[in-house]
């Protein structure tokens, strides 16, 4: 199995990130990334929600793509 991008490990970090932002991280055992990616989701959701009055929170969804992206590429040194 190999350990770099698109192998089976990062697409389904990948896919754990989109839903919880550094939950992808977590399972690859960078936990120091993980805690950074959820925080900056929730700062993220709360500054939309508080500018958008609510309407639109779309801070999670945007950090989580981000986040998302990061897991996917992750080639372990």
């Known amino acids: 199995m190999s350990n770099g991008q698109g192998s089976t490990g990062n697409v389904i970090a990948a896919l754990c990130s989109f839903f919880v932002p550094g939950l992808g991280q ?27 009055l609510s309407l639109l929170p779309f801070g999670w969804f945007v950090v989580s793509v981000m986040s998302t992206i990061h897991a996917a590429v992750y080639r372990p040194s």
């Open 26 to 52: 977590l399972l690859q055992g960078r936990i120091l990334w993980a805690i950074n990616w959820f925080v900056l989701a929730c700062a993220a959701f709360g500054i939309t929600w508080l500018l958008t």
